[in-house]
């Protein structure tokens, strides 16, 4: 049997796909074509689909809702999981002193927040507004307005590059901006424990309509990006420093620096994924000449460039 039925058999056929256009799979909308793609529907089948790849020598990757990745053009060889609604069970577990939401990976920080202004739980508002899956926010440490995945998070649970199931701390994440350990090991988030505060739906959701707002005032959110392109340089802002070097509008292809935004590198003009690659080469060269910073990309990239 080729590896392609194989695949099919481990991990069900309503949920394996071939040469598959990773553009639809990426809020940037670039990327080529993934040998094989899988959506993780459950643990079992996670496991099975990893098993027999790694016994084959497949590489592996990981994906959720695709928000802070830029996949090349060449797209990606071997195989992506992807971590998304298939996998998105959230469950709530009022204790008596705080409030413990159990979300699995897949689940959008959206959804969630959706979920815990319904039943009136407070602390999670900041996060509604990103558009990532619950896995890639404890992966990235993802924050916003005053607000952390490391301030809400009680443990995680992933799956270890052995293949087993583990719980763990806070602590031994190591969640840092827009750092965790798992950048340098082979561990997969499955599911994370937040604890949150009972608190009232009205205010959670005055709060949350204030900070998207805000996004929509502040943010290009009419054009595909990855959010900030790049991360905060101590001391300093990415945005500012980019617009101070008389970058607004900067562009490479199709790709340019937003105008409403200099933080955000926009695909507005069908551009590829060396557009936006070589777009942000150049900031960060413009940059360093001119003030003398590096700026380090916030976004992940995946494939050849
Ligand atoms: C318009 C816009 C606004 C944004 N605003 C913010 C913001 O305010 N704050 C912020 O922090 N970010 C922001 N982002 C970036 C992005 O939404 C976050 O980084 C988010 O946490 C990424 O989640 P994701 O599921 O999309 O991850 P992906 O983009 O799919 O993956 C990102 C990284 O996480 C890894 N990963 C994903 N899932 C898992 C998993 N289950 N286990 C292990 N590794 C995994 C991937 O391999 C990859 O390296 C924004 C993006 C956009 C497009």
Not at 91 to 97: Q, T
Not at 136 to 153: R, W
Not at 254 to 278: E, L, R, W
């Amino acid at each position: 049997m080729d590896i392609r039925e194989q695949l099919i058999n481990a991990c069900g056929a309503d949920y394996v796909s071939f040469d598959e256009p990773m553009s639809k799979h990426t809020t940037f909308r670039v990327g080529g074509n993934a040998d094989y793609y899988i959506r993780v529907s459950s643990l079992d089948q996670f496991v099975n689909g990893i098993r027999l790849l790694k016994d084959n020598d497949i590489s592996i990757t990981i994906l959720g809702n695709g928000s802070n990745v830029l996949v090349s053009d060449k797209g990606i060889r071997g195989a992506v999981f992807e971590l998304g609604k298939d996998f998105s069970d959230v469950s709530i577990n009022r204790l008596e002193d705080n409030i413990e939401v159990k979300a699995e990976a897949g689940a959008l920080l959206s959804n969630v927040g959706a979920t815990l202004l319904k039943e009136g739980i407070k602390g999670f508002h900041w996060a509604s507004g990103i558009p990532g899956s619950v896995g890639g926010a404890v992966y990235m440490n993802a924050g916003a307005y005053g607000g952390e995945i490391k301030d809400i998070l009680k443990e995680a649970t992933v799956l270890t590059k052995d293949l087993n199931v583990e719980v763990r701390d806070l602590d031994s994440l190591d969640l840092s901006y827009r750092h965790s350990a798992l950048m340098s090991e082979e561990a997969y988030v499955l599911s994370a424990t937040f604890v949150l505060e009972e608190g009232d739906s009205k205010e959670i959701k005055a709060l949350t309509d204030e900070l998207n707002k805000k996004r929509r005032d502040k943010q290009p959110l009419e054009y595909p990006s990855a959010g900030s392109t790049f991360k905060r340089p101590e001391g300093y802002f990415a945005g500012k420093l980019i617009e101070d070097s008389g970058l607004k509008g900067f562009r490479v292809g199709g790709a340019s620096v937003s105008s409403k935004h200099c933080g955000f590198v926009v695909n507005d003009q069908n551009a590829t994924a060396a557009d936006i690659y070589n777009l942000t080469e150049e900031v960060i060269k413009i940059v360093k000449d001119k003030f003398g910073v590096t700026l380090e990309r916030e976004i992940r990239l995946i494939g050849e460039f």
